[in-house]
């Protein structure tokens, strides 16, 4: 009986230690591939931004958000959203950041909802801006017109006919003294854009915003199915204000929609390219991270060469540890019944013979 069960341990021991192995292979090859790429640069994704992102409860017991204000008719249902506007007519609300978003390149992905009763008579919309000005309401989508810096609009009602559908999402670059054009809805005025029903879906919908300084903005969104980005636009050599604060707003007219922000998630990172010097400083924080970057691929061959030397000498121990215990099993088991140590039960009485270290035993006692 003991014999068996050792070899079931030790077989147990060598699934256990390549399971292990495997595993450790399987997280240094991600950290050491822990990188995004982007074209022939390298982004990473280093910092979150604390004073530029929201997520649920939203407030404090005060409440109040030490990041964040917001106004007009928006209010917070905690642990849900920020509602911007209700399915009422005429509403306008706002959220925007206290900080100025300082980062010269950063990621910005918000989760939002638009949904109301009506299947064909909605609006207005919901905007996400990057401005130099903030909290001040207005006509456009609840902030202010004549804007300086960045506002993408997520227009879910068409002010005259066009060739696209609605709704649509489009992104106005303000130069603080441009009226932005309600008529054809910002289309001559669009340095991007691009059609997206994001309007009562069955997935959480998503906006992320992709910012580069001196070379592009990019804009996804998510709305057909979990983590399913689809490209909206890109726009190349787009120059935003070097200090801009992050806001949301939104606006009913006639006709109306619930406009709400589930939660804002912002970071900031460091663009490498190809030919980019090694960061000293990251090297020594990276254990998997090779030792010289001007050959990547030769470094990446020694460090799989590495953990698969390592796998296997995981599985040459296992097996020896396993042939040992066999060798002992066969070695031990072959005394047959009286063998040292061991013993004849004889019937009910449990008696054994006395082997050496033995004794007879009737019952529990022993003589």
Partial sequence: MISRHNSKFSWVSVAILLSFTSLFFG?????????????????????????????????DQDLQNRWWDFGADAYVNTNKYIRLTRNKPSQMGWLWSRL??????FVIEVEFKVTGDSSHLFGDGLAMWLTKERAQPGPVFGSKDEF?????????????????????????LGDGKTKYDFGDDGDSQAVGACSANFRRTNVATKLKVTYVKDSFLNVKIQYKAWDDWTDCFTVEKLDLP???FLGFSAMTGDVSDSHDIISVASYSFVVSPPDAAPNK??????????????????????LGLFFKLLLLGGVVAGGYYGW?????????????????????RMGGYGMRSAGVGGGFDYGSKRY
């Fill in 27 to 59: 997280v240094a090859h991600a950290a050491a591939d822990d990188k995004t790429r982007l074209g022939n640069d390298t982004i990473d994704r280093t910092l979150q931004l604390r004073t530029h992102s929201i997520f649920a409860p939203y407030i």
């Fill in 100 to 105: 100025a978003l300082t980062s010269t390149n």
């Fill in 148 to 172: 300086t810096g960045l506002g993408i609009f997520l227009d879910t009602y068409a002010n005259s006919k066009h060739s696209y559908s609605f709704p649509r999402i489009v992104a106005v």
């Fill in 242 to 244: 070097n200090v801009s």
């Fill in 281 to 302: 400083h990251n090297q020594k924080s990276s254990f998997f991270r090779a030792s010289s970057h001007n050959d990547s691929s030769a470094s990446g061959t020694w």
């Fill in 324 to 344: 040992q215990e066999y060798q002992r099993r066969q070695r031990y088991g072959g005394f047959g019944g009286g063998g040292v140590g061991g013993g004849e």
